[in-house]
């Protein structure tokens, strides 16, 4: 089974600071995505990335950045944390299909993070 | 604009009843729909998918079916269990083969 992992279960940060989320998966998926979900609104997508080195804004990018050194690793960064971006944050990882288009999405257990 | 709506925010339904979620999309038809189980605390996981040329899937107690007259997919689980008490959310590629749209999810409460 794929396993992605992420790093923190439950993060307090206080407003200003850069805050990293590390999201680790197992399974040599080239397609890894950052989402967030809040009540009312769903799940929306934040970042994602093809290949290593390479990323791509999402519906919501602003005030995120993300890295990716490594195919199994994908980091999404905070450069300077906001009260709005309390939230619980999901990875997620795929392969690429072809003419089926990507794989059923594997997703971590989530980091809920608090900024105070 | 919203692409993809699961029009029912929360259901109740009795242990043993066929539980149907509803999911529509608007624009063009997608090339395939996902539907995900979420259980509290915890990351989606993924239940079944189909695409524009099936009518219906079927996997143990659940069923989905893609009317794309209707732009509409259907969730059942049948013999329905407190056990299934979760939350589904159903997703689509927005565009071609781009990353996933999700809906906002129906919380599916099972009373014994």
């Known amino acids: 089974d794929v396993k992605v992992t992420q790093s923190s279960r439950y993060l307090v940060k206080r407003t200003g600071e850069k805050v990293f989320l590390e999201c680790v998966q197992d399974m040599d998926h080239e397609n890894m995505f950052w989402y967030r979900q809040d009540p009312g609104l769903g799940l929306r997508l934040i970042y994602f990335s093809y290949d290593v080195k390479m990323k791509e804004k999402g519906d919501i990018p602003e005030g995120y950045s993300v890295s990716r050194e490594k195919k199994e690793r994908f980091s999404l960064i905070l450069e300077s944390a906001s009260t709005n971006q309390t939230s619980m944050y999901l990875c997620?990882?795929?392969?690429?299909?072809?003419?089926?288009?990507?794989?059923?999405?594997?997703f971590g257990n989530g980091t809920r993070l608090t900024v105070t | 604009s919203q692409k993809i709506e699961q029009n029912s925010e929360a259901l109740n339904i009795q242990e043993g009843k066929t539980a149907t979620l509803t999911c529509n999309y608007t624009?063009?038809?997608?090339?395939?729909l996902q539907w995900y189980r979420q259980d509290p605390g915890r990351g989606p996981v993924f239940l079944l998918l189909?695409?524009?040329?099936?009518k219906e899937k079927r996997k143990e107690r659940l069923k989905v079916t893609f009317d794309t007259t209707l732009k509409q997919s259907l969730f059942h689980i049948t013999a329905s269990q407190p056990a299934d008490s979760a939350t589904y959310l159903c997703a689509r590629p927005l565009s071609g083969n781009t990353p996933l749209v999700f809906g906002k999810g129906t919380r599916l409460s099972v009373i014994a």
């Open positions: 189909i695409r524009e040329n099936e």
């Open positions: 997620a990882s795929s392969f690429w299909q072809g003419l089926g288009g990507y794989s059923p999405l594997h």
């Open positions: 624009n063009y038809s997608p090339a395939y």
